[in-house]
């Protein structure tokens, strides 16, 4: 993860519930930090707060790799981006440093559709939030590439 790219970096403070048994963050809590990013983010871009009407997106493929582990008290930087978009799904890269040293935490990629959950059905990505991704990102994202296997 190239944490230089990231235009958004969220500050988690490890709590005691995000442990496991032997005094490290347990593994499923990436995903919260994860999404506790992913709604930052999704604030950060459209410039407003965030409703369950506006999450119309399903996790379709995530993945995480850990690199050291987080300790109680510690506060880690999670950097995020989108790094793919496509006509109806995009991929979120994201980073975790422990932020004051610096010590690479984790690395994560999910990948997200747009979904009509009444329709049951995928849809296309909105052009306003493609053009506030773009902008956000200063990137023009190309809708027929496909998203890269995630590799790290």
């Known amino acids: 993860m190239d944490f230089s790219a990231c235009r958004l970096t969220v500050p988690i403070e490890v709590r005691f519930s995000d442990l496991d048994a032997l005094g490290h963050v347990n593994n499923a809590t990436y995903f919260i930090y994860y999404e506790i990013a992913r709604v930052a983010y999704l604030r950060a871009v459209t410039g407003k707060p965030v409703t369950l009407e506006d999450i119309k997106l399903v996790i379709v493929d995530a993945a995480c790799r850990y690199r050291s582990p987080a300790l109680l008290g510690e506060v880690l930087a999670v950097a995020i981006r989108v790094s793919a978009m496509r006509r109806s799904s995009f991929a979120f890269e994201y980073g975790i440093r422990e932020q004051s040293g610096g010590r690479l935490v984790?690395?994560?990629?999910?990948?997200?559709?747009?979904?009509?959950?009444?329709?049951?059905?995928?849809?296309?990505?909105?052009?306003?939030?493609?053009?506030?991704?773009?902008?956000?990102?200063?990137?023009?994202?190309?809708?027929?590439?496909?998203?890269?296997?995630?590799?790290?």
């Open 106 to 152: 984790a690395e994560g990629r999910t990948v997200q559709t747009v979904f009509d959950h009444h329709r049951q059905r995928v849809m296309p990505i909105g052009a306003e939030f493609r053009a506030q991704v773009e902008r956000f990102e200063g990137l023009a994202f190309n809708p027929q590439a496909p998203i890269p296997p995630w590799t790290r």
